[in-house]
């Protein structure tokens, strides 16, 4: 089946929100904010959020429903995401470092991060290990 990605728009909020707290992911919008959904049947079945940290995008809250997974919807909505922003950063648990690298990410070290994603790694960083990646087509 294929699924078609769409743009979220301020309306969608509520649902995003509801969507990630039925996952039991603790997502937020950061302010300037692009969310890319896939919805079945009108509801939201995966979202992903592009934010943008001083003027660098910043990729996070990458989920699908675990009753969608395995069905390439991570893969089309990290495509939607990379036409648009040819420039993002990640950070991800160890076991989904392969995925990012699959689709060109790189990983780097906390120093590469520009200041404020840094710190916001540092941050996260206390709570779980994570990787950080990058991914540039310019």
């Known amino acids: 089946m ?10 969608d909020k509520k649902s995003i929100q509801r969507f990630y707290k039925q996952q039991s992911y ?11 959904l896939v919805r079945e049947n009108r509801e ?10 001083n003027s660098y995008p ?19 909505l990290l495509a939607k995401a990379k036409v648009h922003h040819p420039q993002l950063y990640c950070f991800c648990k160890n076991d989904l470092a392969s995925f990012y690298q699959k689709k060109q990410f790189v990983i780097i070290d906390d120093a590469s991060l520009p200041e404020e994603l840094r710190q916001r790694y540092l941050a996260y960083g206390k709570k779980q290990q994570l990787v950080a990646m990058y991914y540039n087509n310019q």
């Open 58 to 76: 910043f990729l996070h809250a990458l989920v699908v429903d675990k009753n969608f997974q395995g069905r390439g919807i991570a893969k089309t």
């Open 44 to 53: 939201i079945i995966a979202s992903a959020i592009v934010s943008f940290q």
């Open 26 to 36: 603790s997502a937020r919008f950061l302010g300037a904010d692009v969310t890319y």
């Open 2 to 11: 294929t699924y078609s990605i769409e743009t979220a728009n301020k309306s």
